[in-house]
């Protein structure tokens, strides 16, 4: 039902979306710190981020940039799809620790061998 | 950790602060239904928290966001029935949805680190703090918005709900995206070297009318399209009863 | 709350609004917003804490006092203040003694005026800093709007001679006397805050009373995350 709903808006998506394949890249949340605290991925490509919480306190995945929120569970890992995206830095942090739980995406023209698949 | 808790409260607490008077000030509702509504609000949260575990794996793992996804669309059609039709039932809705929408995010960081007897202490001072800052900015908001209603009528009200209502439309968007449901397009413009969404002033913006420093063309689209669908509605709707009616 | 009020406060605060682009203080500018009012043998205990949180770091503010009324229009108070900086340290960083001096009987003019004395010393260094302002509020039916304009001066070995002048201003609605909400502005060297709050008092037996105050204030003169919170606990008796 919920797919019906949004279909209008697939077809405006259809003539300007980018639907290349999209690859994992891995952060892992250890001790309210994100690991890498700064992940670089291609321009203009759907990307699939996999974020691993080691801690045993939930956190919340929070971009303003990226406009994504999501919580991140303990002891589980949690996959958000982010891009297409125009080279730039896209912050993130954690909202339940803020103070320490800080990031970035950076975004470039080159293809780097960041994928982790 | 009370400075935390206190913005986590705040900012969570905001949307629902927001769309509480925006839909107060268009029709009135009396004390008792609203704390009916908030009570019934706080009270589902809760339950979306308990079963969040349950939900989260259906769909392969994307129960969570249909679920988020659902709400948002069900606080947009209740804010346009209120708006024409200012029924209670769609009031209720509209406040619980949101409710359960924001405040489980803030309960689940409460039951995470509720842990500690120190941790526990600071969390309930700053959630109470949190309470009082956002009271008093709804009291505030409350009294500019009923002078801006005996000054200017109901049109302005309406276009704050139509562009409050259509923001959480590009949450959905936004969610069906995060879980690749629907294809995303590149960013139309960057607004954050003027205001970021992280600032204050930025975050009250994105609250009230769904602010975004870097908006992607299909959410413009979308907030554009639903904004004239949702003032259109309130505008042609009514007169065409009134003409049924004559 | 009548809209001609509201307008009329808008108005004044938007005039007030052309005196901050003169005001120029720097450290941490938000504190409290001083009322123009003394009671006769009032004495009061108090409590008060800002946070300023910015993208660098947190720096945390306490200070507690003890004062009186020394007679009936004039009240001296002396302050400890502790700050901890974004190293984590948590000091006693100065002395402070404040004279608060109520210039006009409450409702005998068009507004009712104080004034404010304030000598402040730090504990390790050599550093001084002289305060002397006035303290305007006026009702505006169930609302008021109170209004802090200082001047200060620095001077020490250990820091640099100055002259700074603070704008601060309140516009607070008295809806239950335990919960006021207010709109808070303050205004000193490139800093330019707002926000909203509240204010509330709860009177016991006979002259005691407990007044609480909490604000929360975002910077609005630059476009990242910096804010301020203030809490206040004063205890008269």
């Given at each position: 039902?919920?797919?019906?709903?949004?279909?209008?808006?697939?077809?405006?998506?259809?003539?300007?979306s980018?639907?290349?394949?999209?690859?994992?890249?891995?952060?892992?949340?250890?001790?309210?710190?994100?690991?890498?605290?700064?992940?670089?991925?291609?321009?203009?490509?759907?990307?699939?981020?996999?974020?691993?919480?080691?801690?045993?306190?939930?956190?919340?995945?929070?971009?303003?940039?990226?406009?994504?929120?999501?919580?991140?569970?303990?002891?589980?890992?949690?996959v958000?799809?982010?891009?297409?995206?125009?080279?730039?830095?896209?912050?993130?942090?954690?909202?339940?620790?803020?103070?320490?739980?800080?990031?970035?995406?950076?975004?470039?023209?080159?293809?780097?061998?960041?994928a982790?698949? | 950790?009370?400075?935390?808790?206190?913005?986590?409260?705040?900012?969570?607490?905001?949307?629902?602060?927001?769309?509480?008077?925006?839909?107060?000030?268009?029709?009135?509702?009396?004390?008792?239904?609203?704390?009916?509504?908030?009570?019934?609000?706080?009270?589902?949260?809760?339950?979306?928290?308990?079963?969040?575990?349950?939900?989260?794996?259906?769909?392969?793992?994307?129960?969570?966001?249909?679920?988020?996804?659902?709400?948002?669309?069900?606080?947009?059609?209740?804010?346009?029935?209120?708006?024409?039709?200012?029924?209670?039932?769609?009031?209720?809705?509209?406040?619980?949805?949101?409710?359960t929408?924001?405040?489980?995010?803030?309960?689940?960081?409460?039951?995470?680190?509720?842990?500690?007897?120190?941790?526990?202490q600071?969390?309930?001072?700053?959630?109470?703090?949190?309470?009082?800052?956002?009271?008093?900015?709804?009291?505030?908001?409350y009294?500019?918005?009923?002078?801006?209603?005996?000054?200017?009528g109901?049109?302005?009200?309406l276009?704050?709900?139509?562009?409050?209502?259509?923001?959480?439309?590009?949450?959905?968007?936004?969610?069906?995206?995060?879980?690749?449901?629907?294809?995303?397009?590149?960013?139309?413009?960057?607004?954050?070297d003027?205001?970021?969404?992280?600032?204050?002033?930025?975050?009250?913006?994105?609250?009230?009318?769904?602010?975004?420093?870097?908006?992607?063309?299909?959410?413009?689209?979308?907030?554009v399209?639903?904004?004239?669908?949702?003032?259109?509605?309130?505008?042609?709707?009514p007169?065409?009863?009134?003409?049924?009616?004559? | 709350?009548?809209?001609?009020?509201?307008?009329?406060?808008?108005?004044?605060?938007?005039?007030?609004?052309?005196i901050?682009?003169?005001?120029?203080?720097?450290?941490?500018?938000?504190?409290?917003?001083?009322?123009?009012?003394?009671?006769?043998?009032?004495?009061?205990?108090?409590?008060?804490?800002?946070?300023?949180?910015?993208?660098?770091?947190?720096?945390?503010?306490?200070?507690?006092?003890l004062?009186?009324?020394?007679?009936?229009?004039?009240?001296?108070e002396?302050?400890?203040?502790?700050?901890?900086?974004?190293?984590?340290d948590?000091?006693?960083?100065?002395?402070?003694?404040?004279?608060?001096?109520?210039?006009?009987?409450?409702?005998?003019?068009?507004?009712?005026?104080?004034?404010?004395?304030?000598?402040?010393?730090?504990?390790?260094?050599?550093?001084?800093?002289?305060?002397?302002?006035?303290?305007?509020?006026?009702?505006?039916?169930?609302?008021?709007?109170?209004?802090?304009?200082?001047?200060?001066?620095?001077?020490?070995?250990?820091?640099?001679?100055?002259?700074?002048?603070?704008?601060?201003?309140?516009?607070?609605?008295r809806?239950?006397?335990?919960?006021?909400?207010s709109?808070?502005?303050?205004?000193?060297?490139?800093?330019?805050?707002?926000?909203?709050?509240?204010?509330?008092?709860?009177?016991?037996e006979?002259?005691?009373?407990?007044?609480?105050?909490?604000?929360?204030?975002?910077?609005?003169?630059?476009?990242?995350?910096?804010?301020?919170?203030?809490?206040?606990?004063e205890?008269?008796f």
């Open positions: 039902m919920i797919k019906q709903l949004i279909r209008p808006y697939l077809y405006c998506c259809v003539f300007l980018f639907n290349a394949a999209s690859k994992d890249y891995r952060i892992v949340l250890k001790d309210h710190l994100f690991y890498p605290a700064e992940i670089v991925v291609p321009a203009n490509k759907k990307v699939r981020l996999l974020i691993e919480n080691q801690d045993s306190t939930p956190e919340e995945f929070d971009s303003f940039d990226l406009n994504r929120e999501k919580v991140l569970y303990p002891k589980r890992k949690s958000i799809y982010i891009g297409p995206l125009i080279p730039g830095r896209y912050e993130f942090f954690g909202e339940f620790s803020p103070n320490t739980a800080r990031g970035a995406v950076i975004v470039t023209e080159k293809e780097r061998s960041n982790n698949n | 950790m009370l400075i935390t808790s206190l913005v986590m409260s705040l900012n969570q607490l905001l949307p629902v602060a927001i769309l509480l008077i925006l839909l107060q000030v268009v029709a009135k509702q009396s004390l008792m239904k609203l704390l009916g509504g908030l009570i019934l609000g706080i009270g589902l949260s809760f339950l979306f928290v308990k079963s969040a575990p349950l939900m989260s794996p259906l769909f392969d793992y994307q129960g969570l966001e249909y679920a988020q996804i659902g709400l948002c669309i069900l606080i947009f059609i209740s804010a346009l029935y209120y708006a024409i039709k200012q029924a209670t039932a769609a009031f209720m809705i509209a406040i619980i949805s949101v409710m929408l924001y405040l489980s995010h803030y309960i689940i960081y409460l039951i995470g680190f509720w842990q500690s007897n120190e941790a526990a600071s969390l309930f001072i700053g959630t109470f703090l949190g309470l009082g800052i956002c009271s008093s900015f709804s009291v505030l908001l009294f500019l918005l009923s002078a801006i209603k005996q000054r200017f109901l049109t302005p009200l276009v704050l709900l139509a562009l409050n209502s259509a923001a959480k439309l590009v949450v959905a968007l936004d969610l069906a995206s995060q879980i690749d449901l629907i294809a995303t397009t590149v960013t139309v413009w960057d607004l954050r003027i205001l970021t969404e992280n600032s204050e002033f930025g975050r009250v913006l994105r609250a009230l009318i769904g602010y975004e420093a870097t908006p992607n063309l299909t959410s413009l689209l979308s907030y399209l639903s904004s004239v669908l949702f003032l259109s509605a309130c505008y042609f709707i007169k065409s009863i009134t003409k049924e009616k004559s | 709350m009548k809209a001609i009020n509201l307008f009329a406060a808008t108005v004044l605060i938007g005039f007030c609004l052309l901050p682009k003169l005001a120029y203080a720097d450290g941490i500018v938000v504190d409290k917003v001083y009322h123009p009012y003394v009671l006769p043998f009032e004495r009061e205990l108090e409590w008060r804490l800002v946070s300023h949180q910015t993208d660098s770091g947190n720096i945390l503010a306490q200070r507690i006092g004062g009186g009324a020394i007679n009936d229009t004039m009240a001296l002396g302050y400890l203040v502790g700050e901890r900086d974004d190293n984590g948590f000091g006693l960083q100065a002395y402070e003694l404040e004279l608060r001096w109520q210039l006009i009987e409450q409702g005998r003019l068009w507004a009712d005026w104080g004034a404010l004395f304030e000598f402040e010393k730090q504990h390790d260094a050599d550093a001084y800093e002289a305060t002397s302002g006035f303290v305007i509020e006026k009702e505006f039916g169930r609302a008021s709007l109170t209004m802090n304009a200082f001047l200060v001066y620095e001077w020490g070995q250990d820091i640099e001679n100055e002259w700074e002048t603070e704008f601060r201003a309140q516009y607070r609605y809806y239950l006397s335990a919960f006021q909400p709109i808070e502005l303050y205004a000193g060297e490139d800093f330019i805050g707002i926000g909203p709050g509240f204010i509330g008092l709860y009177r016991f006979g002259q005691k009373q407990l007044k609480w105050e909490a604000g929360f204030i975002s910077e609005i003169s630059q476009s990242e995350k910096n804010h301020s919170f203030r809490l206040a606990l205890f008269e």
